[in-house]
């Protein structure tokens, strides 16, 4: 990365103290992202995005630590570096009996915006977010993936260089996710914003962000591409069926000598394994096991996912990762956001 980054964290952590014992929920973050990236935090539940996000956007404050975003020191100049980020967290605008349109409006003179510039810049992200027929809505009549948008809309009012989006698609149905990831997409394309998203959904991160962190436990564990994180941590999928445990002992002996793969595991059909170049060793394992006498049932081959990938750095699936629930004694270390951008 030549130009300065957008956003820089070193050594940030929080530690929460949850009935008198220590919970590290963001171990020494360490963090570059450059101006215009679309960056997602993957991750299980509890993993620590949100405390990592919260502690960037200056909405709680790191137990160690530094980090700079748009120019701004976290600790030293919270009030400089919300003025110029976009949060939307992860509650919904939901339950106002305010319209769509004044919303807007107070929202721009809650950012000390001129009435001019505050009418323009709704009227313009009305247009641009789908929201222009919905205007003297109340919002509590909107749907779920309307208000989402109204939600994204309200944090960039005041036009930040730096968007945060705390699970922005949760809860919504799979043509609400993808309309509101074209308005993401089409809104970087436009004003060059930078977009910092969290998600535990892997095929959004796969198929939107462009470099994906994989956060597990607090700290980031993975840090590139989704193609990279696939090619070079996880390898292709074969699975093989076979009848019965008996037969998939056999086979198994036989996919070590012949498959050398990295991971073996069981699948509902027989047994999955993980290699490189899979098109070269399928058909050769196929008649290994022929010559061994064992039936194969069923074959098939198919690329690494990022949940690939989450299992080959922890040995879990991401889909079954994840913490037990908060607990209920819980840590109020939540920095009033005097002056924040909208906590939605
Ligand atoms: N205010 C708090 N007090 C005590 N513990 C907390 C607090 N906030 C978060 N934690 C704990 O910190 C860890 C990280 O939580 P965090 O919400 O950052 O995870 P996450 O990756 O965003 O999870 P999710 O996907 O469920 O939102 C978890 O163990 C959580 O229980």
């Known amino acids: 990365m030549t130009a300065e980054p957008i956003l820089s964290s070193r050594g940030l952590s929080k530690t929460f103290t949850v009935k008198k014992s220590p919970v590290h929920a963001v171990v020494d973050l360490n963090l570059d992202v450059g101006r215009g990236e679309l960056v997602a935090f993957l991750g299980p539940n509890g993993a620590g995005k949100s405390t990592s996000l919260r502690m960037l956007t200056t909405l709680l404050p790191p137990t160690s630590g530094t980090a700079t975003v748009v120019g701004f020191d976290i600790r030293k100049d919270p009030a400089a570096v919300r003025r110029r980020i976009g949060y939307i967290g992860q509650g919904t605008s939901g339950g106002h009996s305010q319209r769509v349109r004044d919303e807007m409006l107070t929202q721009g003179a809650f950012y000390g915006m001129s009435r001019a510039a505050t009418v323009k810049r709704t009227d313009e992200l009305l247009e641009s977010l789908d929201l222009a027929g919905l205007a003297t809505r109340t919002i509590l009549k909107l749907s779920g993936g309307q208000k989402r948008r109204l939600d994204i809309a309200l944090g960039l009012i005041h036009s930040p260089e730096l968007l945060f989006l705390d699970e922005p698609s949760t809860g919504l149905d799979p043509q609400s996710r993808a309309n509101l990831w074209k308005h993401i997409h089409e809104l970087r394309q436009t004003h060059g914003t930078t977009i910092f998203v969290t998600t535990h959904y892997l095929e959004e991160a796969d198929r939107h962000a462009e470099r994906v962190l994989v956060m597990d436990k607090g700290r980031v564990i993975a840090d590139d591409t989704a193609p990279a994180l696939k090619s070079n941590l996880a390898g ?24 050398r793969p990295s991971l073996v595991s069981p699948s509902p059909a027989g ?41 080959a750095l922890t040995g879990r699936s991401l889909r079954d990762a994840g913490d037990a629930p908060a607990s209920d004694e819980e840590e109020s270390a939540v920095a009033e956001p005097a002056g924040a951008p909208a906590t939605r």
């Not at 292709?236 to 498959?259: C, K, N, P, S």
């Not at 008649?287 to 098939?300: E, H, N, Y």
């Open 236 to 259: 292709d999928v074969i699975g093989i069926g076979v009848r019965d445990q008996t037969d998939e002992e056999r086979a198994r002996t036989v996919i070590d000598e012949v498959a």
């Open 271 to 311: 047994i999955e394994l993980t290699v490189d170049r899979g098109e070269l060793i399928l058909p050769a394992l196929l008649r290994a096991l022929d010559a061994a006498g064992i039936p194969v049932s069923s074959a098939t081959l198919r690329q690494p996912t990022l949940d690939d990938v989450f299992l």
